[in-house]
């Protein structure tokens, strides 16, 4: 553990790296869809600010700060990460980059991936130029990952990828998947899926928007018809993806939870109730005493989020404990955006109302008891995985 | 930087104490306390005192081994899960951190007795039905250089046995800390036969007579030496509830693993595997609150209003969940009085009410945060 002095010596120096470095118009609060950079080789800066703030975000190490420096990190301490945070925090600024790249993908190849790998593919995540997408659900399979039919023949040289992945989160702008892959049929199922990166570019890809009742549409299908899949691209060993599917999960989870504490999405009902002071909704006794109950369960599991993060540092890994901050985090913000749609009431129920679009966020919000495994999915891993409950 | 995890020396205190308690104050002594008729066991309090517990707040050289709130929260959270009954938060937290305050040789001589076990204390604070140290009216009636203090008291923990009170009072200049003996004339104590079997008074003070040495603070400004001991006490109340819910939740998953029903052990039935599963969440959840809470008294105790009374009121909605779910989920047997969970419910509802229910520090976290 770190002394006093050395974090707060880093913590001037972040002070003023921001000070110098974070231009004054990433430091408002709105975020909007293009408000966050999410990178890729298509990627449109919505303004010279949003380019500037990446490029020196990500030649500090700071779009990564946990990585180590040779992948693209600054190779920063969870207390030292923390202080970098609460100093972004300070002055409202918005994060340099988002992504599946550094929140899934990039934790992942830390663990399973080679060297070589992690040289090629990590710099590039955090620098934001390539954007990845995530191939695990399929059609008819919902939260049963693990009954992968996307199949992978082994080619020699490479594998022949066909199937269909379903709910691939933006693959329509990703360069890169990340899939899972049946490559052996004849064994039990967690044990024949392998874990493969492929380029979105290759022949035979081809991806297609899902509209959701939100309008808009994160969601895709993704078709491989005899794609072909060099060998070097496998991140683990043949046969073995499920493990790296699973780890990668957890951090899956713990993003997702982080939606409804305000530890990522700003303070959203406090602001609102502000807002409506003096309006006879913010009067309304049933609506403030459920707005109360819900930042005194958002506060606290955005310190559970901390608590796991803390005890990941000191080498105490919670490991399917996660699946309960998927599960509160996720049940949270759904309270969370029920109730903004109360408070605002009509004003929210146009598509782009004097509010601005409250309901498409009340609306996405819905999926996220499904998404990533569903509250049920959570629950049956909590109650058979740690409190060793039996099995039916 | 303190971090939401245990120091080793907490994860080694709050072992011991667990071993200690297991097998020194089990559900089963609080039992047999109430089927004797008392509230309170010196011997077991001593024993504690032995043991440095009663001194976690209390400085060095006043006989204490200052580990702090957080390791205090660990201690109460352990005699949570066995139900003790003890005076910890009225002496070792709430009045040590009092005298902490106040400092000089009177107060560290009053810590070294805490700590040794020599005197215990009990905080006199409500007078109606509900927490609300601010409406007190109990009045304080200046006469020459002191005062004659005349009113009640109500759900005065451990204000049976106590050998001191700290009462609150309300003086022409406004609101007075005393510290006066238990056995001054004029006060005359009378035991509430409470629900959770632990010991509780009403006490009367008809024309108490109080020195200005009997004051504690500045006169008419309790609060400021008040408020962090309530801080405090609101604190380690909820991590005595966490534990409390651990408690009865381990009772609970023991019974699912075990009973059979259909044929088959009823934890099984995904049912019932998702609610315990859920308030194992709930459980894990506010114990991030009272780790928190516990650190920002040890490092900002001037700053601690919102992270207690996020702590004390999770701690109350997660207790109360914890023992009405363990309840249903032993079906009939939980609703006897020869089975344990009786007693974690009646312990849980006592608690939600002490130093301030629910709603009281909902609303504290609401006004801090801006709803």
Not at chain 1, 235 to 259: C, F, P, Q
Not at chain 1, 324 to 343: C, Q, V
Not at chain 2, 44 to 57: F, H, N, S, T, Y
Request: negative net charge; hydrophobic residues 40%.
């Amino acid at each position: 553990m770190q002394g006093e002095d050395s974090l707060k010596a880093f913590r001037a120096e972040m002070r003023s790296w921001l000070e110098e470095n974070c231009p004054q118009q990433m430091r408002d609060g709105r975020i909007t869809d293009d408000a966050i950079c999410w990178g890729g080789k298509n990627w449109t800066f919505s303004s010279e600010s949003q380019r500037l703030w990446l490029e020196r975000a990500s030649a500090r190490g700071l779009t990564v700060p946990r990585w180590p420096t040779e992948y693209g990190g600054a190779g920063l301490s969870r207390a030292e990460e923390k202080v970098f945070l609460e100093e972004m925090e300070r002055i409202n600024a918005r994060p340099p980059l988002k992504s599946f790249g550094i929140s899934m993908l990039g934790p992942a190849l830390l663990q399973f991936g080679t060297p070589e790998q992690n040289r090629h593919y990590l710099p590039q995540i955090a620098r934001g130029e390539i954007r990845w997408c995530q191939g695990y659900s399929e059609p008819g399979a919902g939260s049963d990952l693990a009954s992968v039919q996307t199949r992978g023949e082994d080619k020699g040289d490479h594998w022949l990828v066909n199937g269909q992945k379903i709910w691939t989160s933006y693959a329509d702008k990703a360069d890169w998947i990340f899939a899972l892959v049946r490559t052996d049929r004849d064994v039990p199922k967690h044990k024949g899926i392998s874990f493969l990166l492929i380029d979105m570019g290759d022949p035979g890809v081809t991806t297609r928007p899902i509209r959701l009742i939100s309008g808009a549409s994160p969601f895709c299908e993704t078709f491989f018809d005899n794609v072909k899949v060099p060998k070097g691209q496998i991140v683990g060993e043949e046969n073995r993806g499920w493990d790296v599917a699973k780890y990668l999960l957890t951090h899956e989870r713990e993003m997702i939870s982080s939606g409804g504490t305000g530890l990522s999405g700003g303070r959203a009902l406090g602001a609102v109730m502000a807002q409506m002071a003096g309006e006879p909704s913010a009067q309304d006794p049933t609506l403030r005493a459920a707005a109360i109950r819900c930042e005194v369960d958002a506060l606290a599991t955005g310190l559970t989020i901390e608590r796991y993060k803390d005890m990941a540092e000191a080498g105490k890994g919670v490991g399917n404990a996660s699946a309960m901050l998927k599960y509160m985090g996720t049940e949270l913000n759904k309270r969370r955006h029920e109730l903004i749609m109360s408070a605002c009431g009509s004003d929210a129920l146009e598509w782009d109302g004097p509010v601005g679009n409250r309901a498409a966020d009340w609306l996405r919000t819905k999926a996220n008891s499904i998404e990533g495994g569903t509250s049920e999915v959570m629950l049956t891993i909590l109650a058979r995985r740690v409190l060793g409950l039996p099995g039916s | 930087m303190s971090t939401l995890v245990k120091t080793e020396d907490e994860a080694m205190l709050a072992d011991s104490a667990r071993g200690f308690l297991d097998d020194a104050a089990p559900v089963r002594a609080l039992r047999d306390l109430r089927d004797s008729g008392r509230a309170y066991d010196p011997a077991l309090w001593k024993r504690i005192c032995d043991m440095g517990w009663a001194g976690v707040l209390i400085p060095e050289e006043a006989g204490g081994v200052d580990m702090g709130h957080a390791a205090a929260g660990m201690l109460a959270h352990e005699m949570g899960r066995t139900l003790a009954s003890t005076p910890f938060l009225s002496s070792a937290v709430i009045a040590v951190t009092i005298l902490r305050r106040i400092g000089g040789e009177r107060a560290k001589s009053a810590m070294a007795a805490i700590a040794s076990g020599e005197l215990t204390y009990a905080l006199a604070i409500d007078e109606a039905h509900k927490f609300a140290p601010e409406a007190t009216t109990m009045s304080a009636e200046r006469q020459g250089n002191g005062f004659r203090l005349s009113g009640d008291k109500c759900f005065v923990v451990d204000g049976g046995f106590a050998d001191r009170l700290l009462v609150l009072a309300r003086t022409e200049s406004g609101l007075t800390l005393f510290e006066l003996p238990s056995d001054r004339t004029g006060i005359t104590r009378t035991a509430q036969d409470m629900i959770d079997s632990r010991d509780a008074a009403r006490i009367a003070f008809e024309d108490v007579e109080a020195t200005g040495d009997d004051v504690l603070g500045q006169v008419g400004d309790a609060m400021t030496i008040l408020k962090p001991a309530l801080e405090a006490g609101q604190a380690a109340l909820a991590a005595e509830m966490s534990g409390l819910a651990a408690g009865a939740f381990d009772m609970t998953l023991g019974y699912l693993k075990e009973r059979k029903q259909f044929g088959q052990p009823i934890g099984s039935f995904q049912a019932l595997q998702h609610r315990a599963a859920h308030l194992w969440c709930e459980i894990e959840v506010t114990a991030s609150a009272i780790l928190n809470a516990g650190r920002v008294l040890d490092g900002n105790p001037d700053e601690a209003t919102l992270a207690v009374s996020l702590a004390k009121a999770r701690a109350t909605s997660t207790a109360q969940l914890a023992v009405m779910e363990g309840v249903q989920m032993h079906g009939g047997i939980g609703m006897t009085d020869e089975y344990d969970m009786g007693f974690y419910m009646k312990r849980a509802r006592v608690s939600a009410e002490w130093l301030g229910d629910y709603g009281y520090h909902a609303e504290q976290v609401a006004a801090l945060r801006g709803i």
